[in-house]
């Protein structure tokens, strides 16, 4: 069996990679690497049978559903959203990809291991057989115990004003702060080697560090994996992918955390909660269990090819949902149109207003201006011929 990893190539959130170093360590070997945009494209050599543990957020472009055939996928890690629940750009598509052939996948490759509350309740509600697996991320090996010369705090992509209030409250603390992202620019010549290199180097970090604070995902259950004591600040309501870590990590909300009403110690931090263990431990079982299996030559044509759909029907529902997708951005893209006039036509009529107003506004202050001349005038007069007459 050949085995292969989920990746996104042209990424600049390095949480993708954290991810997929963490699908590699399972793999006896490394022979694809599956572009998880393109899933449905993917083609293996001789289209041999290739498996794949498919962790990942699913899907920007949702007629990229279901994967190429030849992908024998370990249903564990998913998370699938309406990305605009998820505020974030993507697709008018919430979850017409499965339905029908999209879900009939799912169906026949269930249970379906999600990696947060929100997906395994959607997934329930389509009548998919799930339950939560946790992300991939929590099983990480541990990095090496490396003492650096001077201790450190890591402040990863957090807010700019919890930074800043951040830099100014541990300045004299004596720990170095390093102030660090996962966010970098597109390259999409990256090698593995050197992706994975990185990943490396940056976990190595966390692992040697006193505390990691951060809003991420994806830099906050590395850090479980590495027992660094690690700290959410984020506003917790703002995000369905963090269902159930809250209940993981400590977390501090991000007005809190301003006002300065919160109990935690970055310098003396205290130890991470061991609620996530028991879900590593299972997943970790799990995608051994699948690589064992597929490292078998008892592995049967069922387990390797369940979903029985022909190409020629897979191709035509995809067709349908890519024109639905369509029509639907052409009647949003009509609607904005209409939107953006109606808006146009608007500002012209307040700006008009807006116009006569002020006209109307300097005719009265030129009146006013003369009605204020006249009274002093007569004031004026008054008060000379009062003087005069004493």
Known sequence: MKYGVLFNKNNVNLGDDIQAYATARFYPSLDYFVDREHIHQFQSENNEPVAVIMNAWYMWEKWHWPPARCIVPHMVGIHYADHELSLQPGSPLKYEALEGLGGQYLKDYAPIGCRDYYTM??????????????????????MPIIKPEKE???IVDVDAKVRDKLVDLLKDSGYELKIMTHIGERDETRTWEQRKEKVEELLTTYRNAKCVITKKLHCSLPCLSQETPVVLIKQMDDDIRFSPYYDFLHYIKTDDFLAGNYDYDFTNPKPNKPDYKPVREALIKSCEDFVARMSTEERSTEELDRFTASDEEVYHWRYELMDRTLRMWLERTRQEHKDMKKSKNERAKLKRQVSNLAAENKKLRAELAKANEALNNSFVKKLKKKLNMK
């Open 121 to 142: 309740e959607q997934m329930k509600k389509l009548g998919i057989d799930c339950y939560f697996s946790g992300c991939i991320t929590l099983t990480l090996p541990q």
């Open 152 to 154: 450190y705090i890591c």
